[in-house]
């Protein structure tokens, strides 16, 4: 308490004393010197450990491994994890209906040779988006989007997934609601 004639101080404002001074910046320096290296490999391991939990989050939404998220990097990332897919997917139907004979290994032939010029093509327009302004981009991807929306379908029916909800080999859906 700060006396003033001899009588306690009736002022409410704090006293104001000097924080930095070269007693408390040695202190600090000197307190620096001991934490530092102690907290700095701490502050390193956490900080990988986030961008770890972060990358394995992120390949998980796009459907990939941790390992290939840099292949779908920038603002189309997701529509090409997404064309990669449903290469693969395509991939292995075909593999797994390359001895097959009869309607369903013509089918999957038909579908194979149809979607992958078409596959190539969607890919190509998103590389190219990249460089839209960005409305442009994003129609493009809209429109990208689209027409992998009217691929899947008729991949899983080709699969045997989710065939009930397939009306035809085009693609149309008639998707019947249960009775309530």
Do not use: C
Not at 136 to 157: K, M, W
Request: charge should be positive; glycine fraction near 12%.
């Amino acid at each position: 308490m700060k006396l003033r004639r001899g009588r306690p101080s009736t002022d409410d404002a704090p006293a104001k004393r000097e924080v930095v001074t070269t007693g408390n910046a040695k202190k600090a320096i000197a307190v620096g010197k001991i934490l530092v290296p102690v907290l700095a490999p701490i502050a390193m391991q956490a900080a990988a450990v986030a961008r770890g939990a972060w990358d394995d989050r992120r390949a998980r939404r796009l459907g990939v491994a941790p390992s290939e998220l840099g292949t779908y990097s920038g603002k189309g990332g997701a529509l090409h994890a997404r064309i990669s897919g449903v290469a693969a997917s395509m991939r292995a139907l075909a593999a797994g209906q390359s001895g097959g004979s009869g309607a369903k290994g013509g089918q999957v032939a038909r579908f194979v040779a149809d979607t992958e010029p078409r596959l190539a093509d969607l890919s190509a327009a998103v590389r190219a988006a990249e460089l839209m302004p960005t409305e442009r981009r994003r129609a493009a991807h809209r429109a990208v989007s689209g027409e992998l929306d009217r691929i899947e379908p008729q991949l899983l029916g080709l699969l045997g997934v989710g065939s009930q909800h397939n009306s035809s080999e085009n693609g149309s859906s008639a998707a019947r609601k249960p009775p309530h």
